[in-house]
Each structure stands twice: as structure tokens, then as C-alpha cells.
């Protein structure tokens, strides 16, 4: 990547896409932010990033503003140009669930993006954070912002969080990939799917999360109803319905001499069985017709 010695960002008020933009940059760049306008040397230098401000998108010359683009664009914020420039953008659109939301946040605001969500604008009062809050309004504060700063710190462990997001889950989908079972099973003269993920050494942290993700990535989310992963806390495994599928209740299994944990909501539960044979009975058993 470049030699990179300055950020400079818009002044006033500060919003999601340039402060996540910022903080996928301090990820790569130990160097200073500053909320101002930028000169035409800021534009032209291959040293300084000029980011949500210049009206111009040049990622060689390291601008990456999407104002000038026209409205009937697809909305992209400064946060999918960095992104972009990073070479993370398409992961994120898959993995990052509020990436899509953001985007359409900056660049058609509230009421347009509720119609695109279907939802009453007031949701995103409802959802707003004290934390979203006060991170936005100190970095709006600010003109100046340099390394060692507590906010240019936190600004940077959240680039880094995210960056690091997108390669560990993308290396979970792709270790999910490469060993998981689709099981097509009966019961009660009704055809369910089941994804499997077998127990492997080294066992993958969070084989739950890779393997939702997994099923989501392959579009299988009409014909998957159950998943079966490893019990990171025991030899056996765990058991959950995908999305919530109304058929299957977890709770019917609980009096199983192999199962140790039931969710009475009936969501998941862990068992000691190890055998897939036996695994197969369990998903059997806690299948019921609506």
C-alpha cells in the first residue's frame, strides 16, 4: 500500500461511513486524521487519504468521496469505498449485516431507507446507541485527531475488530466448506436437510457461527432446517434449528439419556452422542409437524 502520512475528513458533524471509514484506515495507518477541508494538494498528494469530502473517487490518488456520484446510483457510502480500496468490500457485503442499511442511511436518509427495509423510520431512534452517540459526536468535535489519542485509539481497534472479522469468518466458511455433510432425513413422513460439521483436530473456534454463515453463503437457507456442529465445551455436539424452523423442538429430546442440555424454547441442545447414526435418531425425535 501507499506511503501513507495524513487522513483528512470533512469537518461538523460526523457520521457512521466516514468515522468506520477513518477507522478501516487506522487499521493499516499509524497516522493522524484532520477534519477539514481539503486543499488541492491533499487531492493531487499520494501521501494524504482524503475521505467523505473532494468530490472526487480516485482510489490511486487515495480519494475516496462518493458525493458527485448521480442519485440513481446504487448507495455507497465513504465506508464501501475504503473497503473497496482494501480489497474487503465483498466479503463485507456478505458478512457485515449492517453494511447494506448504512449505505442507504448516508445516501437517501431515514425515510428512504425504511421504505427499502420496509420498516417505520422511527426504528432507527429506537435501535440508536449512546455508545453510536458520543463516538460521533466527539469525532465531530475534533480538528485534529493523533495517535496515542484515546479516541484515535478506539477508532483503530474498531477498524482492526472489523478487518479481522472478515478474514476469520471468510477462513470459517471456508473450513465449513471444505468438511461439512448435507443430510437429507425423514420423519414423520416429512423431508428435512440438515447441514453436519464433523469433529476435526484442531477444533475451529465458534463452529456454530461458521456454519450458519456457511448455509447463508450458499443460498440454502429455503432447504436447511437443522445444523449439527461440535460442542466446543464437550466431546459431543451441539443441535440447533436454522432460523428458528418452526418444525423442529428441541426440547422433545430432553429426557434422552445422551443429551445434557435442552433449551426449553426448544432452540438447541448439546448432546454427548458422537455416533452420526445416533445424532440422526436425536434430529428424528425433535422433528414434529406444524
Request: hydrophobic fraction near 40%.
Amino acid at each position: 500500500m501507499n506511503s501513507v502520512e495524513l487522513i483528512v475528513t470533512h469537518p461538523g458533524g460526523a457520521h457512521k461511513d466516514d468515522f468506520l471509514a477513518c477507522s478501516a484506515l487506522l487499521a493499516h495507518y499509524n497516522v493522524a486524521i484532520e477534519r477539514r477541508d481539503p486543499t488541492a494538494e491533499d487531492l493531487d498528494s499520494p501521501g494524504t487519504i482524503v475521505v467523505d469530502i473532494g468530490h472526487e473517487h480516485d482510489p490511486a490518488k487515495l480519494n475516496f468521496d462518493h458525493h458527485q456520484f448521480p442519485r440513481e446510483q446504487d448507495p455507497v457510502c465513504a465506508l464501501s469505498l475504503v473497503l473497496q480500496y482494501l480489497g474487503a468490500y465483498e466479503d463485507a457485503m456478505r458478512f457485515f449485516d449492517w453494511l447494506e442499511t448504512a449505505e442507504w442511511l448516508d445516501c437517501r436518509g431515514p425515510k428512504d431507507t425504511a421504505e427499502h427495509l420496509n420498516v417505520h423510520p422511527e426504528i432507527f431512534n429506537q435501535l440508536t446507541s449512546p455508545i453510536d452517540q458520543t463516538l460521533m459526536r466527539r469525532f465531530g468535535l475534533i480538528k485534529k485527531l493523533e495517535p496515542g489519542e484515546p479516541l484515535w485509539e478506539m477508532m483503530k481497534l474498531v477498524g482492526q475488530d472489523m478487518l479481522d472479522f472478515l478474514k476469520t469468518i471468510r477462513e470459517r466458511v471456508d473450513f465449513v466448506a471444505a468438511h461439512a455433510e448435507h443430510w437429507t432425513m425423514e420423519a414423520n413422513q416429512e423431508t428435512f436437510q440438515v447441514v453436519f460439521l464433523p469433529r476435526t483436530e484442531p477444533l475451529p473456534a465458534e463452529p456454530s457461527m461458521g456454519i450458519i454463515r456457511y448455509v447463508m453463503e450458499k443460498g440454502l437457507d429455503v432447504s436447511v432446517a437443522g445444523l449439527v456442529y461440535p460442542d466446543r465445551r464437550g466431546e459431543g455436539y451441539g443441535l440447533s434449528r436454522y432460523k428458528d424452523h418452526p418444525h423442529f423442538d428441541f426440547a422433545r429430546i430432553a429426557g434422552e439419556m445422551d443429551v445434557h442440555f435442552a433449551h426449553k424454547k426448544g432452540f438447541v441442545a448439546k448432546s454427548s452422542a458422537t455416533e452420526k447414526d445416533r445424532l440422526k435418531e436425536l434430529l428424528q425425535i425433535a422433528w414434529h409437524p406444524q
